[in-house]
């Protein structure tokens, strides 16, 4: 490697740079970083964050946005949480994902029918939803949580997925595996996963080509709904609690890790594998600063100002490459 | 024959005025309700809890109308009443105070107008960014806890009462609506500002500065929201990390409602005004018959998703028909 192409990789990749650099001074300043503990930490909470993020990476490579996943937490959680008692813990599993399911598809039925076709819409009408959602579970609970061991009968699938390992991995690792692996096979050997970074690429150009751009937006924001509802059920399992405005925040979060890993916010490029670092990164960051001792406060700042960065340096290399 | 002859000015009127006809609506409908919503104390105190969120109102109507949106409007409000009480904590005289918090407003809206114009960003993300950024600001400045101003006559900027009846926040909202009303009508600069949201290239190769203006756009919009928060800190004699959480996306949808388009190049000044007043109208309405408090936000959510929703699908039909 030439010193000029070490030059042009830090500049096309200065967040990750960055954050490995955190990392190093990290490890040097704390000596906790490296143990065991605090990489299972890491690992914790990389749970629920990473299958939302998987979720979004579709919505973001197919050209939307959604900001009602943590709308969709809040209500996937409560009542998921709420119906291990009257039904029983595998049909109140089931009745969580649907219940994600068909967020999902009301977000892309508004979206479709509205002809709210640009990021920009899409991005307030998700915003809405996330309201009513929010409000649905605060209604739902009468604003108050849910307590997991409160429950009187069995919710043993919980406690699996919250604390449990198979071998030396734990449970959520395992859910994450087979979620990665399945969106990766779509995204990479099938017609709709095609489908999504053309119709993120260019909407126009890949409907009149005769990509079937409408099935593709339902597809997406389904996708989205799922995975969320499977974030808000190992959320939900780890804190053994399920409170009705606990997916506040997640959204943003979720956004900054799949543009963090690369995905290109315009639509069109981008990768399931590219989100599985960003989502790394984001967390490793957030568990560096808090070693070193900085308030979640100035984590907040950052938050948005790498946001700010990111998308910035995402358009400036664009613009670079001659688009 | 006849009957489509008659119906389609009707139905143009229905489209075309939505808020005040919902707001008359509303108002109708409150007469059978044996509530205190006819008092001048609540028609007066209904005017001026609206007015900080009328005054960011206005800012956001002039970058949507050129074609951007700025969702940091709340974390500008946030921080910079924040800035102000600390600031008059510390012993600055109370306008300087106030013009360093207004200052700051500008700064940001410029570089949220930097970074959309010049390099050519997606708006909508990038000041979402600076909202998160500017709520973890606000959070580091108060220690995420409620301030409040420790000399008294900060409480009087917003709530010193003119004639004993009128109370100076109201005036300022007053003031700012004439400014920016004037500002979109009867200057060159307003005029500017539809072209480029109408349609950007055009109004580029018809030699207008689109990038000077469409800036400036910006800059406003975070001037207004930093004296909407200067206002608001003076009114409730506090600063607090929360107050802006949704301030943005309630001034959006009550903007939307008023008649001004996402799209750019449609609205005006007047017409926010009434959509927020309407938006006050309806939840006050609320309150008064006693609607719980969740139920509330359910409505208030269905009700922004659905105008935003008119807003694309009034679009959509548009599109086809050309």
């Known amino acids: ?323 | 024959m006849l009957n489509i002859k008659l119906t389609q000015p009707i139905k143009n009127v229905l489209s075309a005025q939505k808020a005040p006809l919902a707001m008359l609506l509303i108002f109708i409908t409150m007469l059978f309700f044996k509530t205190p919503f006819y008092t001048s104390y609540n028609l007066i105190d209904l005017v001026n809890s609206n007015s900080t969120l009328l005054i960011v109102a206005m800012g956001f109507t002039v970058v949507l109308v050129a074609g951007g949106v700025d969702l940091s409007v709340g974390g500008v409000m946030t921080v910079s009443g924040i800035i102000a009480i600390q600031l008059i904590n510390a012993g600055v005289a109370i306008p300087i105070a106030v013009l360093v918090s207004i200052l700051f407003g500008a700064i940001i809206g410029a570089i949220n107008g930097y970074l959309t114009v010049y390099q050519n960003t997606e708006p909508f993300i990038i000041t979402l960014g600076m909202g998160v950024l500017l709520t973890g600001v606000a959070q580091q400045l108060t220690t995420a806890r409620p301030i409040s101003c420790t000399n008294p006559d900060f409480q009087n900027l917003a709530n010193y009462k003119l004639f004993g009846q009128i109370p100076v926040l109201i005036l300022v909202m007053i003031a700012t609506v004439i400014i920016v009303v004037w500002i979109l009508r009867s200057t060159s600069f307003g005029r500017n500002c539809y072209a480029i949201g109408g349609d950007y290239e055009v109004a580029k190769y018809s030699g207008i500065n689109v990038l000077t203006t469409k800036t400036l756009t910006f800059v406003i919009s975070g001037v207004t929201a930093a004296l909407a928060g200067v206002m608001l800190s003076s009114w409730v004699n506090s600063g607090n990390s929360t107050y802006g959480d949704q301030t943005a996306l309630y001034i959006a949808s009550a903007v939307v409602v008023g008649g001004t388009s996402f799209a750019g190049g449609i609205g005006g000044a007047f017409k926010s005004l009434l959509g927020v007043m309407f938006i006050g109208v309806l939840s006050n309405a609320f309150n008064m018959i006693q609607i719980d408090s969740y139920i509330q936000q359910l409505l208030v959510g269905l009700f922004i998703v659905g105008i935003i929703w008119l807003d694309c699908y009034d679009r959509k039909l548009k599109k086809e028909v050309v």
Not at chain 1, 191 to 217: D, V
């Open chain 1, 1 to 323: 490697m030439t010193t000029q192409s070490i030059i042009s990789f830090i500049r096309n990749n200065l967040i990750i740079v960055g954050i490995f650099i955190l990392a190093i001074i990290t490890a040097i300043v704390e000596p906790n970083f490296l143990t065991t503990e605090n990489l299972q930490n890491i690992m914790r909470q990389f749970g629920p964050l990473i299958m939302l993020s998987l979720g979004m990476t579709f919505i973001i490579m197919g050209g939307f946005i959604d900001l009602s996943v943590g709308g969709i937490i809040s209500l996937v959680a409560v009542v998921t949480v709420s119906l291990i008692d009257p039904i029983g813990q595998v049909a109140a599993l089931l009745v969580g994902i649907t219940v994600g399911l068909i967020c999902g598809l009301i977000n892309s039925f508004l979206i479709i029918k509205g002809g709210a076709l640009k990021q920009a819409e899409a991005l307030f009408l998700t915003y809405g939803m996330s309201v009513v959602y929010t409000a649905i579970a605060l209604i739902y609970t009468g604003a108050a949580s849910v307590f997991l061991s409160y429950s009187k009968t069995s919710f043993s699938i919980f406690t699996a997925i919250g604390e449990g390992f198979v071998g030396p991995v734990s449970v959520t690792f395992v859910i994450f595996m087979v979620c990665l692996l399945i969106l990766y096979i779509i995204e990479s050997r099938t017609y709709i996963g095609r489908s999504i970074s053309l119709t993120g690429g260019n909407m126009t150009a890949a409907r009149l080509a005769g990509i079937p751009t409408e099935r593709t937006i339902v597809f997406i924001y389904a996708v989205c709904g799922i995975m969320a509802a499977i974030g808000a059920v190992v959320l939900a399992s780890r804190v053994t609690i399920a409170s009705p405005i606990m997916g506040k925040g997640y959204e943003t979060q979720a956004i900054l890790a799949v543009v963090v890993g690369g995905t290109a916010l315009l639509g069109g490029k981008g990768s399931v594998i590219r989100t599985v670092i960003g989502t790394l990164l984001i967390i490793m960051m957030s568990n560096c600063l808090n070693l070193l001792g900085v308030t979640t406060y100035i984590q907040y700042m950052l938050r948005g100002a790498i946001l700010i960065l990111a998308i910035w340096l995402d358009n400036r290399k664009q613009y670079s490459e001659g688009y």
